[in-house]
């Protein structure tokens, strides 16, 4: 995975291929299409069609086995899910793409890896922050962690710092305020900026 995982919600779902063409334009190379947005199946495999070469399109919000066969179906690379699903994972690694799966506490975190998912959403992270994820992984370190909830530009640094694989970003990327306007160059030099705050936190500076 790459180190920005864009996690798309919108209330309409016209634009949702846009957005993803936005977020490519600005380098972010893999971007997950919500279920709860309107419209998302049929995004997912018009994004797929027109980037599918290019980046990954995957599907989030994933909360049972009809949502991602669907979107598998409609050519999703990977799935992301709240919590934890076995049948979800089963499913996902039957059509061979990764799947996310999400967790909290560390019981919860430690049965998702032991489940199957190839990585691990800490969801929602704003909530304990980054020092959460350094004592996870403290007894845990072979875990691959994903925190998703409150990522922005100014703690992006903290979580990679914290042992985060990659980040998953939502509303402080993705924003709304942008989308409703169409002002796709805004969307994607937000995207640069986060790219750019992901290879300076890797490089140690």
């Known amino acids: 995975m790459a180190g920005l995982i864009a996690v798309i919600r919108v209330d309409d779902g016209a634009n949702l291929v846009n957005v993803c063409k936005a977020l ?6 893999c971007s997950e299409i919500t279920m709860t947005s309107p419209g998302a199946v049929e995004a997912i495999a018009e994004a797929n069609e027109a980037l599918g070469d290019q980046c990954l399109i995957g599907v989030g919000s994933v909360l049972d086995t009809q949502m991602a066969r669907q979107a598998l179906d409609a050519g999703a690379q990977f799935v992301v899910s709240p919590v934890t699903s076995l049948d979800v994972i089963d499913t996902a690694h039957q059509y061979d793409k990764p799947v996310i799966a999400g ?5 919860e975190i430690l049965s998702a890896w032991q489940g ?3 990585l691990v959403k800490v969801f929602p992270a ?8 350094q004592d996870l992984l403290a007894p845990m370190p072979h875990l691959r962690l994903v925190p998703t909830g409150g990522v922005d ?3 992006v640094g903290q979580w990679l710092a914290a042992g985060a694989v990659c980040l998953g970003v939502g509303s402080s990327l993705v924003r709304r305020d942008l989308i ?5 160059s805004g969307l994607a030099d937000l995207a640069r900026r986060y790219v750019d705050a992901v290879r300076r936190a890797r490089a140690g500076g």
């Open 24 to 29: 490519h334009d600005g380098g972010v190379m």
């Open 103 to 107: 967790a909290l506490t560390p019981t």
């Open 116 to 118: 199957g998912a190839d």
């Open 126 to 133: 704003q909530h304990f922050g980054p020092r959460y994820l």
């Open 153 to 155: 530009l100014d703690t």
């Open 180 to 184: 409703s306007v169409g002002d796709w």
